[in-house]
């Protein structure tokens, strides 16, 4: 398999399964436990919780190890939200879903939200951000990197408006997080997103990092753990795996940033000289090095992915979520002011440790005559070819 879809998961580095394997066998104990097997347990968990700091430039105490990304943003804007009872809630289109359906979920129950927009860069305009500013607003919420187009977005401009309001700041970092340096202090943030299986890390863990002295609810109300703000016993293996998995990103990061960049410009080079009736999606400069996205006019995103898979074991994808069997367009596309149509023909290739020249070469052998293929026998309207 050629894999480039590292935005939707990254395989498990082997020094990560590694660290891990002790935990998974015979340090099996409840680092709650007073005993030695406990204990012993407890210290790897909190050498994680010193990594991650490190990574993110907090206190260890800043970090709360949860169930990923998607825990990490619920409880960021629910616990802010349900723990002053009652406000206004500014976030962009753009976002991940688990940002945006607990926004429209606090809605249903009496809150108020602004959606800011972006530009057709896919950015947001901090200006934006200060106009949507009320005096009951508690967060505003802007993801560091898109995960669809990978636009970067302005966020400590955007931190430092939210707080010359006293409003919180919180970030979906999950695209960032092990590709590009980040350092919550300078960067005015005061909640954060990380999930581990992003960066070569193990699923089902992440980190919601909360600057401290910050009043929120857990989400997941339960014992002690965590000092009260995440109840249920740690999922220790793969805490342990976070750890690993962010030590290995600080040493490789800034090297491997530029590697990637080399092979995404070139994969962009190739199918832009071999490919017409194509447009690059999002800002050519404020972007992740790793993703390329593109919408190819008159043809199927999926379609398009189907013969990569099944003709040439190429794994990417496209900006389209299958819902209730009807296939709807990318809402960050759309977001972008991309006629549906267009959005219809979306790809992302996505990045990463293990991606070669080889491979980039290959999708710029086979994806134009896919395309060609999928072109002659299309039903949709070409008005410029
Ligand atoms: N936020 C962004 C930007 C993401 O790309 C993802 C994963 O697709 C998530 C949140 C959810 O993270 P997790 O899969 O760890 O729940």
Redesign the pocket.
């Known amino acids: 398999m050629i894999y480039l879809d590292h935005?939707?998961t990254t395989p498990i580095d082997p020094r990560v399964f590694e660290a891990m394997k002790p935990y998974l066998t015979e340090a099996f104990g409840n680092p709650s436990s007073i005993y030695r097997a406990g204990q012993d347990v407890r210290k790897a968990v909190e050498d994680a919780r010193e990594h991650a700091a490190r990574l993110l430039g907090a206190e260890p105490r800043e970090v709360v190890f949860t169930?990923?990304?998607?825990?990490s943003?619920n409880t960021s804007i629910k616990g802010l939200a349900l723990n002053r009872g009652k406000g206004h809630i500014i976030t962009s289109t753009i976002e991940?879903p688990?940002?945006l359906k607990v926004v429209e979920w606090l809605e249903k129950r009496g809150f108020t939200a602004t959606y800011v927009p972006v530009g057709s860069d896919g950015v947001v305009d901090p200006g934006d951000i200060k106009q949507a500013i009320q005096p009951d607003t508690i967060v505003v919420s802007v993801?560091h990197a898109?995960?669809e187009v990978g636009t970067l977005q302005p966020i400590e401009q955007i931190a430092a408006i939210a707080h010359e309001r006293g409003v919180m700041f919180h970030t979906?970092a999950?695209?960032t997080t092990g590709k590009l340096p980040i350092d919550v202090k300078r960067m005015g943030i005061d909640l954060l997103?990380l999930?581990a299986?992003?960066f070569y890390g193990p699923?089902g863990t992440?980190v919601l990092y909360v600057k401290r002295g910050t009043k929120f609810d857990p989400c997941v109300h339960g014992g002690h753990q965590e000092w009260g703000r995440r109840g249920g016993t740690e999922n220790v293996a793969g805490i342990v795996g976070l750890g690993s998995a962010v030590e290995i990103a600080q040493a490789e990061m800034a090297a491997e940033a530029s590697r990637v960049r080399v092979l995404r410009d070139r994969l962009e080079a190739g199918l832009a000289e071999h490919i017409g009736d194509m447009l690059f999606n999002g800002s050519r400069e404020k972007r992740l090095p790793n993703t390329a996205s593109v919408c190819i006019k008159y043809v199927e995103g999926e379609a398009m992915l189907l013969n990569l898979d099944m003709r040439h074991g190429i794994a990417a994808s496209s900006g389209s979520a299958c819902t209730s069997g009807s296939l709807e367009p990318s809402h960050v596309l759309l977001a972008m002011g991309i006629p549906a149509e267009i959005a219809h023909g979306s790809l992302r290739f996505s990045l990463g440790r293990a991606t070669t020249r080889e491979e980039i070469d290959k999708v710029i052998e086979v994806l134009p005559p896919i395309v060609e293929k999928l072109r002659s026998m299309s039903a949709f309207p070409r008005k410029n070819s």
């Open positions: 935005n939707a169930s990923g990304g998607t825990e943003d991940h688990a940002v993801m898109n995960n979906d999950v695209q997103s999930s299986h992003k699923k992440g």
